[in-house]
Nanobody, 127 residues
């Protein structure tokens, strides 16, 4: 089992940057593919980015491509989301999630694939 704790959210002006971090407790962090999701008020939770166990495969939603970067540090049991050129429509609660998988090069894209979730961190982008 793994516990996930997000940090790094906050209030930023449009065009600014934030870096979200997700720290995982427990062992075998490298056994998990990781993802970042977000949920805006009144909207469904959506996948923002995902990264495979080996970092060889990443996925980005079209809305964040070329602006956001997902990365991980297995030695630190952490996954990150660097968010640049932020827009008001990026405002949401951002969640970190973990998928225990045997596939080292797979970046899961569906919510049901993820086994563990963090509590979320609020990101607010002002115009």
């Amino acid at each position: 089992q793994v516990q996930l704790v997000e940090s790094g959210g906050g209030l930023v002006q449009a065009g600014g940057s934030l870096r979200l971090s997700c720290a995982a407790s427990g062992r075998a962090f490298s056994s998990y593919a990781m993802g970042w999701f977000r949920q805006a008020p009144g909207k469904d939770r959506e996948l923002v980015a995902a990264i495979s166990r080996s970092e060889s495969s990443t996925y980005y939603a079209d809305s964040v491509k070329d602006r956001f970067t997902i990365s991980r540090d297995n030695a630190k049991n952490s996954v990150y989301l660097q968010m640049n050129s932020l827009k008001p429509e990026d405002t949401a609660v951002y969640y970190c999630a973990a998928d225990r998988t045997v596939y080292s090069n797979y970046s899961p894209k569906a919510q049901y694939e993820y086994d563990y979730w963090g509590q979320g961190t609020q990101v607010t982008v002002s115009s």
